[in-house]
């Protein structure tokens, strides 16, 4: 039925079919995500997969949070055979394959609200500009323990880059790390973080939508190897009250349309080697930090994190050594293929696609506005009186996630870019949880009130 793919579209189908059957696989698993960023799933058997690259694999679309409404609720997955690998903790007389999928309507037209295609919208509008978005992200995240009567607790209690033969999460990550290179990814860092029972695993950077392919992948392996040893890893932005949570800091670039050269790179030292589109791509995200902070930091919890004296940013300033604005330029050497910035609000929790679309989309804002970032702030902003960080124009995002979707739902630039149908099904199911939210009554609140009150 369909020939809207292309020929090197067909000959990627071609591979994949032939391994499929050379390798015996049963079952192929279609991923795709909702708008929350939750990886969704649907187990096809292989002998069906040729008919589903060709005329697509059906589902309802109404069942999958920020899709379609019960009344027009068919939808049509497509997967992409690039992205193909055969899922490494299945046995060969169970062996399967998974297939990252993008979401149409029974028209077989792209589906507006897929997170998917929101990407590929952005990274086309960046094309159109000249630019390729390369971004890499550290997504870190806590490895705890299920206990009968309470809470998940950490598994150790090392700290940043602590050693310990025989460690437990040492191992953990490298089961993760050499499972995540079966999928393709390539892994360059791996290092318990600052809290306990915190990590990282950190790989090499790509175009946005391949790098977004690769968070949801990571995610997926990090989780199943923890399960299988008996723990459970979580991306919760804030698990755990007192020590810092998890983010996904984003180092991120604009290379020229075919990638061959980094743009952010301009051989001065006086500008500590940074061209003019890296200043106005970082000033045109500083300018919409609280617009798209919403999408980066998507959940009641992501507020939490977004605290002083724990790492994370919370002020619309930039730097190059110091940590505590939103933005920090690495010392990357004067290295071309280095040159980079990056964002530290995101957060693991969220999508992928929509982060990397809206943090584009403010980027190449900023380049075609030619916006100021103003001079970077290397005292530690957290230690500023508020009347310091007014003088110096330095404000703060958003406080809580309703305070983020008020600013997001103002943002044109955001609307735009998310699409229409996604924007206000986004604003739909996050108001829904932020009413959730607020609606509790901690256990904090009830000791430190009711016997006071």
């Known amino acids: 039925m369909k020939n809207f793919k292309g020929l090197v579209w067909k000959e990627n189908v071609t591979k994949v079919v032939q391994e499929i059957n050379e390798k015996d696989i049963k079952f192929v698993r279609l991923q795709f995500t909702d708008i929350n960023g939750i990886i969704k799933n649907l187990a096809v058997s292989s002998k069906n997969i ?52 993008d979401v149409y309507t029974p028209e077989y037209k792209r589906f507006e609200g897929d997170p998917r295609y929101i990407l590929e919208r952005a990274l086309a509008k960046a ?10 992200p550290e997504q870190e995240f806590f490895i705890v323990k299920e206990n009968d009567s309470a809470l998940p607790t950490p598994i150790d209690l090392a700290g940043y880059f602590d050693f310990h033969p025989g460690d437990l999460t040492d191992e953990l990550r490298r089961e993760i790390a050499d499972t995540a290179e079966q999928f393709g990814i390539d892994i360059e860092i791996s290092h318990h973080e600052v809290a306990l029972g915190q990590n990282e695993i950190d790989f090499k950077y790509d175009e946005a939508l391949t790098t977004a392919d690769r968070a949801l992948t990571m995610r997926m392996v990090t989780k199943i190897v923890a399960a299988r040893n008996g723990y459970m890893a979580t991306y919760m932005p804030k698990p755990f009250a ?20 980094n743009m ?36 009641p919890n992501s507020y ?14 930039w730097a190059h050594k110091n940590r505590s604005p939103l933005i920090r330029v690495p010392n990357f050497g004067g ?75 103002s943002s ?18 996050k108001r829904k949880e932020w009413d959730l939210y607020r609606t509790q009554v901690t256990e904090w609140e009830v000791n430190r009130y009711i016997r006071r009150l």
């Not at 903790?89 to 998974?98: I, P």
């Not at 939490?304 to 300033?317: D, N, Q, S």
């Open 335 to 409: 290295r071309k293929s280095a040159a980079r910035c990056e964002i530290r609000c995101p957060d693991p929790a969220g999508n992928p696609y929509l982060q990397f679309a809206v943090l584009l989309a403010a980027g190449l804002d900023g380049v075609k506005n030619k916006t100021d970032p103003g001079e970077p702030v290397e005292l530690n902003v957290y230690n500023m009186s508020y009347e310091e960080r007014k003088e110096r124009g330095i404000v703060s995002l958003p406080e809580s996630l309703k305070e983020a979707l008020d600013e997001l739902e």
């Open 264 to 299: 952010f790179y301009y051989n001065n030292a006086d500008t500590a080697y940074l061209s003019e589109i890296a200043m106005h791509f970082m000033g045109g995200q500083l300018a919409h930090g609280r617009g798209m902070c919403a999408v980066l930091a998507s959940w």
């Open 242 to 261: 007192g020590i810092n949570g998890s983010g996904m800091h984003t180092h991120q670039s604009l290379w020229n349309s075919d990638a061959t050269q």
């Open 127 to 136: 094309k159109e500009a000249g630019f390729s978005y390369m971004c890499a």
């Open 304 to 317: 939490k994190r977004l605290v002083p004296g724990f790492e994370a940013p919370i002020y619309l300033a």
């Open 412 to 429: 044109q630039l955001m609307r735009e870019t998310i699409g229409e149908t996604a924007f206000e099904n986004f604003l739909r199911e």
């Open 50 to 101: 040729e008919t589903i690259f060709e005329n697509g694999q059906s589902f309802d679309g109404s069942s999958i949070t920020g899709y379609r409404p019960i009344e027009e609720s068919d939808m049509v997955l497509f997967p992409d055979p690039t992205t193909f690998a055969v899922l490494p903790w299945r046995s060969k007389e169970k062996s399967s394959c998974r297939l990252i999928c």
